[in-house]
């Protein structure tokens, strides 16, 4: 708690210093935005999905201001390339007004940064400042709003620093023909454009999303929905600034993606007590109800923290009486396949930690998996790491390139199981929230050290194998209060947690609050809720009826309280619960009313 409170301190103060304002320009100084007024419109300016529009009321001074409405996907986000010199100190400031309004420099070839705040109705004044890099040529500078938020205004915005201008300078580029488009998979588009020029990066644009560099004439663009239709543009860019942009391209990523398919549209998930009974009592295998779509193996575990070497055995008969013989389990998990169910070996759980620290504990992993699948048929594979064997190494700052051996080595063998047991394969995890929504605010030890890092440490692997993905049902039990997409800290038990967890996986959010590394939404087909089925199975137990709200916000966006969601999803995928044992000892309460819901 003494950590938590020194964290918000110290990020309460960075805001602070955000707000106050600049030094005053020195003598040589220049404002290099061009129509930082918005007096000529939006020259200058391009905003994500046409979100941004000039409006002659309120301004804070002139006759004009930006007004840029979020939607959707979309931030609202307008940015403009600026010619900057090398190893030179600048200040960015605008004036703003909005829910969440955010100002910020990318490119940079420093440390990018970016400033936020709240002040809806009122103008006020965000400032931050940076250094370029040694062969810095130009940054982009951007103002964006926040998903689901009402409109924001934005004015005078100015970069105040050295003048790089003078006789020589060179044009801006052409803008970049030839812009192709091909899906590559469900969550992927390859562009490729002819070089153009005097560019030395170019700028994808995407609508919906915020513009990224690159510095070749194609790349690979990740992270989207499947069966959706994407339009692409891009622009050139050198010292003098950025042409206009292309003419669009369009492609339509490919049907499927998350690997295991033959879920029913609405999927009940439950753990198996195999190898215990922790105090529920025994089931077989045979006596599993027909509710449940997905049965969890509870639980493959390491011979040791960091062997890789992954054991399964059945419950003992002195602590399972009634447990069946091999050959009935096996027996009884091929007539749940035939009835169209899927098994799979979950490994870890709180006692069964594993760490994947080197290649060979990665391949002793990968074969000893694989062994317990093959044994029994199974069809696939449930990641419940818990406590310690996820953790991000000090400098370890971007998901999106993990560096962390326990993370890279723990992708690379999923991977290698779903590349053996092929399209049908499938693929669940089961983090708790400290390792996925707390990456919203904190992400591994920090850029500073000092921080828990376990925090958001299950990101760089969702994000990973997004594509593999079958389902992710995030443990909203056993949880600490929790900052959602409002800024607000949830807590569970009811269905405002759910609400808010489940908000942030199908939304997307900043990790670490960097909006320029945003983890992207999963799709609705591939999210679950998970909770406890009784107030012995869990912290965090959510009686039917929140449950049954929280379906209701998230699916029809009704019953939503007071927290507004960032969409409606029809098509999220269901429940999980701990457990198929405790939910029996309850008297089948939590599937029951899963059933009820979904017309089961």
Not at 32 to 58: H, I, K, M, Q, Y
Not at 194 to 215: I, N
């Amino acid at each position: 708690m003494r950590r938590t409170w020194s964290l918000l301190t110290a990020a309460a103060l960075a805001a602070a210093a955000f707000l106050a304002a600049g030094p005053p320009a020195a003598a040589a100084d220049a404002d290099l935005v061009r129509n930082g007024g918005f007096e000529a419109g939006l020259d200058g300016w391009s905003c994500s999905a046409g979100s941004g529009a000039v409006v002659t009321t309120p301004v804070h001074s002139g006759g004009s201001a930006l007004k840029a409405t979020p939607a959707g996907q979309d931030n609202a986000r307008c940015s403009q390339s600026v010619t900057v010199k090398p190893d030179s100190s600048y200040t960015l400031a605008a004036w703003v007004q909005g829910a969440y309004v955010y100002l910020g420099a990318s490119g940079t070839g420093t440390t990018d940064v970016s400033a936020w705040t709240q002040t809806p109705g009122a103008w006020k004044q965000l400032t931050t400042t940076f250094r370029t890099g040694p062969s810095t040529t130009s940054v982009t500078v951007y103002t964006h709003g926040w998903y689901g938020q009402p409109a924001h205004l934005t004015d005078d915005l100015t970069l105040i620093g050295p003048d790089p201008g003078g006789p020589g300078q060179p044009q801006p580029p052409a803008a970049p023909t030839g812009l192709t488009a091909t899906a590559t998979s469900s969550s992927s588009v390859s562009l490729n454009w002819s070089a153009v020029p005097g560019a030395t990066s170019y700028t994808v644009h995407r609508d919906g999303a915020a513009p990224y560099s690159v510095t070749s004439a194609s790349t690979a663009v990740t992270g989207l929905a499947a069966s959706t239709t994407y339009t692409f543009r891009v622009s050139a860019v050198n010292a003098a600034g950025e042409s206009a942009q292309s003419a669009p391209a369009s492609a339509t990523t490919t049907a499927g993606g998350g690997g295991g398919g033959g879920l029913p549209a609405h999927a009940l998930v439950g753990y198996l007590h195999a190898s215990f009974a922790n105090g529920s009592g025994y089931v077989r295998m045979a006596d599993v109800p027909a509710s449940w779509d997905v049965v969890n193996l509870a639980f493959g575990e390491p011979t040791s923290v960091t062997s890789g070497d992954i054991r399964f055995r059945l419950c003992p008969v002195a602590e399972c009486p009634n447990v069946e013989s091999p050959a009935e389990f096996k027996a009884a998990i091929k007539a749940k396949q035939a009835a169209g169910k899927k098994v799979l070996i979950s490994i870890g759980g709180q006692n069964g930690q594993v760490q994947l620290a080197t290649t060979a504990a990665r391949d002793t992993f990968v074969s000893s998996v694989s062994k317990i699948i093959d044994e029994y048929g199974l069809d696939g594979l449930d990641i419940d790491f818990e406590g310690h064997s996820l953790s991000l190494a000090t400098g370890d700052t971007d998901f999106r390139a993990p560096t962390t051996p326990v993370v890279v080595n723990l992708i690379s063998a999923v991977k290698t199981l779903k590349a053996k047991y092929g399209q049908g394969f499938v693929l669940t995890m089961a983090p708790e929230t400290f390792f996925v929504q707390l990456g919203y605010q904190y992400y591994g030890s920090g850029p500073w050290g000092g921080q828990d890092p376990r925090a958001g440490a299950y990101l760089p692997v969702i994000h990973a194998l997004r594509d593999d993905l079958t389902l992710l049902h995030v443990q909203d039990y056993n949880s600490g209060p929790i900052m959602g997409l409002d800024n607000q800290y949830h807590s569970m038990g009811g269905a405002d947690f759910h609400i808010a967890m489940t908000d942030m996986l199908l939304t997307g959010f900043p990790v670490a609050g960097n909006t320029a590394r945003v983890f992207p939404a999963l799709r609705p087909d591939q999210v679950a809720i998970g909770l406890p089925a009784t107030t012995n199975a869990g912290n965090g137990h959510t009686p039917p009826a929140e449950v049954n709200k929280a379906l209701n916000c998230l699916t029809k966006k009704t019953d939503c309280g007071s927290y507004q969601t960032h969409g409606t999803w029809p098509a999220l995928r269901g429940l999980m619960t701990w457990s198929v044992n405790w939910d029996r000892f309850g008297g089948w309460e939590f599937s029951r009313n899963f059933d009820a819901y979904f017309g089961g």
